[in-house]
């Protein structure tokens, strides 16, 4: 077979995967789970095999026009180089390990066929954009993971956190779908295709005429889509959806399919600086404003998703400066500890019966519990963290050295401003990272109180899933020199400038975390009971009245998250989490920054009051214009004759000598009238 057929199959198995479990979930339900699992695993082993056939040497290029369209010809097409190769090899491993996960962690979900069908569609979508040679091709898989993660997202749509959450994750992404059409079409007028090598080399033969026009049009739809700045909102809370959903959204699917977009066309972006000026300040603001973010959360799932939001702009940085190998490396390394991050946190959920911080940092002997969810999200978290040798620290290291070769002029598209821009908050972040690492470990693992619930092992499908997962977090890194060469052949080894900067920058935020750790808790075991809140008021323990009093409905929201719909049906039971204060090391790390990191800044109170206001009242005034204004003009339109015919109605009474009398008198007046006009007329 063919590598053009293996690479045909691997998008294509899990769509058939996904129509046979919708058509057979309610009539065999014994089916659902080897469709869900089997037809992404399958996936995943072609992928490995078309990735060792391509082997990191020149793309394989295969095309058939599915329809004449025109002066622009729209393709189905394959454009498979290292990129596509590995991406599709990370996306088909962590279907793969959602999909075998998701069935006992949603084993008593009644809808469990319909959402096994659509992360296949997901994948299956992911895949297609993974592979397509063909900007509309591409297109189609890219709005269909939008609509899956609608879905998915909702998929507790008895609440009202679900449904705010689908329905602002698909309206935020869509706001910068529409300039990324514009784009598409605009780059496709200037190439005249929409297959991907040839504007590739429209843009080597300097084709474009709008080249940062272009650039920034699609960079908004890669903002909406990669939950990068200012178009991030919709990612935190789109955790009120099942937690092997975000795992899938976050390390494989949907943002990442943004950032390996613009490195799948970066030569379109560095035709313009201004475009690589642009996307390395909005990385550097989602960066930093990611880190402080996740700082201050107390559901252990939204620190995770500003952590993905964070480790996204660092990807995008790298982008910004000219070097898509890192990007795609660390989209790779990533894409492995961030699934394993999220895998984790839902065992720790199924066993704690919360997904509060503040909860589990009152129990005691958590990881005795779950000791696989505890090595492998130690395993996950150093690689988050950066920490050699894990993956995520040659990976990172790779970012940074590229911002560093920018920042030093040497490189020959990047503007040297960027790479600054890039370094600097790229440093930066990997103290916050580490920072916020350590205390979810800290609070997550090292809790003071009394004993965890015990429920017995956790079951295999979900631990067996974390130890495949753990493999590629430790390994990967060491993978860098020979991944390089499924790349741009640049290196993607550290120096040692990044290496003390990046590493001296993660160790200063986990000791810092640390030592006010250490001395949070030691408050909170001398603070008096009668000064310990309940646990409805636990979040605001350690804050002053004033600042308790304005805690955000978002914070009351995370502090109150062992209500969610999720835990209450993976999770065993509630337990009885006793008063007292949390100690939580981000109130002292943020300082007066911390209500407003926990609420995101009030950037969403922010959008409220500039967009959604303004448009509300711009509908109601189109209401009342409508209902006030057009309705009286049409229903008057309708009144007149109506009007005219009642009178008329009126003079219909069917006596014949009332018609005799209206004749006569009509005849006289006529008379009359003649005569009158007779006499003027000789008068005249």
Not at 83 to 89: E, N, Q, R, S
Not at 164 to 185: C, Q
Not at 226 to 245: C, E, I, K, N, R
Not at 259 to 271: G, K, M, W
């Amino acid at each position: 077979m063919s590598t053009t057929t293996l690479a045909v199959l691997v998008p294509l198995l899990p769509f058939l995967g996904a129509v046979a479990g919708l058509l057979l979930g309610r009539r065999a339900p014994g089916f659902v789970r080897p469709l869900a699992v089997l037809p992404a695993l399958a996936s995943a082993v072609l992928a490995v095999l078309v990735a060792v056939r391509q082997g990191g040497a020149a793309p394989i290029v295969a095309s058939t026009e599915l329809t004449p369209t025109g002066s622009v010809p729209i393709e189905l097409s394959l454009y498979l180089d290292g990129f596509a190769a590995l991406v599709a090899v990370l996306v088909g491993v962590v279907a793969t390990c959602v999909q075998l996960y998701s069935t006992a962690y949603l084993r008593e979900d009644p809808r469990y066929p319909s959402y096994a069908a659509l992360v296949s569609l997901f994948t299956s979508a992911m895949l297609l954009v993974v592979y397509s040679g063909d900007l509309m091709v591409l297109l189609v898989g890219w709005e269909v993971m939008g609509i899956c993660s609608y879905f998915l997202v909702g998929h507790y749509w008895e609440t009202e956190a679900a449904r705010s959450a689908s329905l602002k994750a698909f309206l935020v992404t869509k706001l910068g779908d529409v300039p990324f059409l514009i784009g598409l079409f605009a780059l496709a007028t200037d190439a005249d295709s929409f297959e991907i090598p040839k504007i590739l080399g429209t843009v080597a033969a300097g084709g474009l005429d709008h080249p940062t026009l272009i650039a920034l049009l699609l960079l908004a739809g890669v903002a909406g889509k990669s939950a990068q700045f200012p178009l991030h909102t919709w990612l935190p809370d789109a955790m009120a959806g099942p937690t092997p959903v975000s795992a899938l959204i976050h390390a494989a699917t949907m943002v990442a399919a943004g950032v390996y977009f613009v490195a799948r066309l970066l030569p379109v972006f560095e035709a313009s600086q201004a475009a690589l000026v642009v996307m390395a300040v909005m990385a550097a603001v989602t960066m930093v404003g990611s880190g402080l973010a996740a700082l201050a959360q107390d559901d252990i799932k939204r620190v995770l998703a500003y952590s993905t939001i964070g480790q996204l702009g660092y990807m995008t940085g790298a982008l910004a400066v000219g070097d898509r190998g890192a990007a795609v490396f660390h989209l790779l390394s990533h894409g492995a500890f961030k699934a394993l991050l999220f895998l984790g946190a839902g065992v720790i959920i199924h066993a704690a019966g919360t997904n509060s911080l503040a909860a589990m940092s009152r129990m005691d002997g958590l990881a005795k519990r779950i000791p696989d969810a505890f090595w492998t999200m130690t395993i996950a978290l150093l690689a988050l963290a950066a920490i050699p040798p894990f993956a995520g620290f040659f990976s990172k290291e790779a970012v940074l050295v590229a911002a560093e070769h920018a920042a030093g002029g040497h490189s020959e598209f990047a503007p040297g401003a960027a790479g600054w821009i890039v370094l600097v908050s790229g440093v930066l972040t990997a103290l916050l990272t580490a920072a916020y690492a350590t205390r979810l470990w800290l609070m997550a693992f090292r809790g003071r109180g009394p004993a965890a619930p015990d429920h017995g092992k956790e079951p295999v499908a979900m631990t067996g899933v974390l130890w495949v997962l753990a493999i590629p977090s430790i390994g990967l890194g060491l993978a860098a020199g020979p991944i390089a060469d499924w790349f741009d052949g640049n290196g993607l080894t550290p120096t040692p400038v990044t290496s003390v900067l990046g590493t001296g920058a993660a160790a200063v935020g986990a000791v810092l975390t640390y030592a006010l750790w250490q001395r949070a808790v030691a408050k909170a075991a001398t603070a008096p009971a009668a000064a310990r809140p309940t646990p409805a008021t636990a979040g605001a323990a350690e804050q002053p009245a004033a600042v308790a009093a304005g805690v955000s409905a978002a914070t009351a929201a995370a502090e109150s998250a062992a209500e969610a719909p999720e835990v209450a049906e993976v999770t065993h039971e509630h337990p009885a989490v006793p008063a007292g204060p949390a100690a939580d090391p981000g109130r002292a790390l943020l300082g007066p920054l911390h209500r407003h990191a926990a609420d995101g800044f009030h950037l969403d109170a922010l959008y409220d009051r500039l967009f959604v206001r303004p448009v509300r009242a711009a509908a109601s005034l189109v209401r009342f214009l409508d209902r006030e204004v057009v309705d009286t003009y049409v229903s008057g339109a309708g009144a007149g004759p109506r009007l005219l015919g009642s009178l008329v109605r009126r003079a219909q009474t069917g006596n014949v000598q009332s018609y005799l009398s209206a004749l006569l008198a009509g005849a006289v007046v006529l008379a009359i009238a003649t005569a009158v006009l007779a006499n003027v007329n000789a008068g005249s």
